[in-house]
């Protein structure tokens, strides 16, 4: 099982509950393909470096996961061909970025 991690924009126009069902049917998708949840975050609405869709914002929100390598193809496509996705990319993390996200996270539970 590898160890990766997801950053995906959603479209600014969704209501709430919209993007929480695509949150939801994206998580629901990586565990059926036999993926192990290690975070969620929610970044909220941020304004984009550049236009995308002629949008200028954009709802973003990070997976940290734990998934076979061949789960990603099929897990991407599925983001590609979601309208509501705006922007996504997936990077593998080694050692030292499982370490660092750990310690990202434990910062924001001191915070909050």
């Known amino acids: 099982m590898n160890h990766y991690e997801t950053v995906f924009i959603l479209n600014p ?7 929480e069902e695509t949150v939801k049917k ?8 036999g993926a192990k949840m290690v975070s969620k975050e929610d970044w909220g609405l941020k304004k984009l470096a550049y236009p995308i869709q002629h ?35 997936t990077v593998k993390l080694d050692k030292h970025a499982i370490a660092w996200a750990e310690k990202r996270r434990d910062k924001l539970k001191a915070k909050a």
């Open 13 to 19: 126009v969704l209501s709430e509950t919209q993007i």
């Open 26 to 33: 994206f998580e629901d998708f990586l565990i059926k393909n």
């Open 55 to 89: 949008k200028k914002s954009g709802f973003y929100h990070l997976f940290e996961f734990q998934v076979p390598g061949e789960a990603i193809g099929p897990y991407e496509l599925e983001l590609r061909r979601d309208e509501r996705v705006m922007r996504f990319l």
